[in-house]
């Protein structure tokens, strides 16, 4: 077994869209590729709800960059999903000019900059959930997100464009800061294929009874959830960071950076590296939680970090 996180959907697995099954044989037979993802949604959540179905009443405009084709979905969110992926609160917004070129050109700086990024991306996402808050609404709105119990959709709004977890805001938005949400959330994809494939933590192990990681870079936030995290939490931005700061040394070594974006990056980076550092001997001092694998992808996880 590989001692880093998958970067291939292996065929004949669990994820496989394309395996042979009669449910995913069907959409595929009835011309509702899109749907594919929510019907692994319903094995994996087994509430009995019909995801597939109610994702048929959701459209997508296909968008496609360097042989890649992700659906990006429209028309109205059902009920049924929002509740699930906790985007209750949230709606599809309209497909404008602006937010498709903005998505395009995000696509294309990871095809053509990152390109082990983008074929992460390609290989572990194919719905992209573009949302705002729904009238009325009175909360902070999210950056992007991901829901392991929703293989190959990402979630994200407006505020990709302007905003890199967890600090750093930009006066203007860019379509690179949308292009490292969306990195970010095909890399959280990747690892939860690999942790719902491989058993990475020892049995027994429960996110409701882990040890906490104290982080206290997140102290201002006021939730003891995003100041205190489980292993397997701290685990997933290990390895996220672990890509994104590669991502951010990579852009603040080009050329054609904005002012406003060489900042940003260059603040994000500086706040980033010393994270992971902190999180990648913070877990080490976790093993006892870990399988062998997982002890392994810890191993391999420490190469990565040691080379930032």
């Known amino acids: 077994m590989s001692t880093a996180i998958a970067t291939r959907v292996p065929a004949g697995s ?3 869209l394309n395996r042979k099954d009669p449910d995913l044989t069907r959409l595929r037979e009835e011309g509702a590729e899109q749907a594919l993802p929510f019907a692994l949604m319903e094995r994996l959540v ?3 709800t019909p995801y597939a179905e109610y994702a048929r009443a959701l459209r997508s405009e296909p968008v496609t960059v360097a042989g890649a084709s992700f659906d990006w979905f429209d028309a109205e969110l059902p009920g049924e999903i929002a509740d699930e992926i906790n985007l209750t609160n949230y709606e599809i917004v309209e497909h404008t000019d602006e937010r498709r070129t903005a998505l395009t050109h995000a696509l294309d700086r990871l095809s053509l900059v990152h390109p082990e990024g983008f074929a992460r991306l390609r290989e572990f996402v194919r719905g992209l959930l573009w949302v705002g808050l729904k009238p009325g609404v009175r909360t902070s709105s999210l950056t992007s997100s991901s829901d392991p119990a929703l293989p190959y959709v990402i979630t994200f709004s407006d505020k990709a464009s302007r905003h890199i ?5 930009s006066e203007r938005p860019s379509p690179l800061f949308l ?3 969306l990195l970010h959330e095909g890399t959280h994809q990747s690892i939860s294929f690999h942790i719902l494939q491989h058993q990475v933590f ?3 192990y429960s996110s409701k009874t882990s040890p906490k990681i104290e982080i206290n870079w997140r102290a201002g936030q006021g939730e003891d959830r995003n100041q205190f995290w489980e292993i397997d939490r701290a685990f997933h931005a290990t390895c996220v960071y672990n890509q994104l ?4 040394q990579v852009e603040l070594a080009r050329a054609d950076l904005t002012p406003i974006e060489r900042t940003s990056f ?4 500086d706040e980033g590296l010393p994270a992971v550092r902190y999180l990648m001997r913070e877990l080490e001092l976790q093993r006892e939680h870990f399988t062998r694998h997982g ?3 810890l191993a391999n996880l420490r190469q990565q970090t040691d080379q930032l």
């Open 245 to 248: 700061i590669r991502f951010r």
């Open 179 to 181: 292009a490292e949400n």
């Open 266 to 269: 260059q603040s994000a980076y």
């Open 165 to 169: 977890p967890p600090n750093t805001v």
């Open 14 to 16: 669990f994820f496989d």
């Open 295 to 297: 002890v392994e992808l």
């Open 202 to 204: 020892a049995s027994g």
């Open 46 to 48: 087994k509430s009995g």
